[in-house]
């Protein structure tokens, strides 16, 4: 069951917050912020489909929230390394290889 926590954000049943409406994540707002240093206006400019109210929605709950969130996007982006580091293994691209065109 989800739950509303602002009238532009909600939490659904794995506590992931979304952007009402928008089919946007806050942790790919907050992304846009820590990786481009955009502004509102940028973010808005960049992503039309997203209004203002929505952007700064996604902000303040992610500011609110922040320990939370940057812990989540370390977690993920750990694990997005130790997913390139295993593919970059000659070893297991092989394997990979090998099991996608049997012969």
């Known amino acids: 069951m989800a739950a509303t926590v602002s009238s532009q954000i909600e939490i659904d ?3 992931v917050a979304w952007i009402i409406g928008a089919n946007v994540k ?4 907050a992304l846009d912020k ?3 240093g955009w502004s509102p206006e ?3 400019f960049q992503h039309p489909n997203l209004s203002l109210a929505q ?3 996604a902000l303040a709950y992610y500011y609110e929230n922040q320990e939370r969130l940057d812990a989540e996007i370390e977690r993920q982006h ?4 130790a997913l390139a580091a295993e593919l970059s293994d000659p070893v297991f691209r092989q394997k990979l290889l090998a099991s996608r065109n049997p012969r």
């Open 78 to 81: 750990r694990e997005v390394e």
């Open 42 to 44: 940028e973010m808005h």
């Open 34 to 36: 820590i990786a481009y």
């Open 13 to 15: 049943e794995h506590g």
């Open 55 to 57: 952007i700064h929605a």
């Open 26 to 29: 806050v942790i790919e707002v």
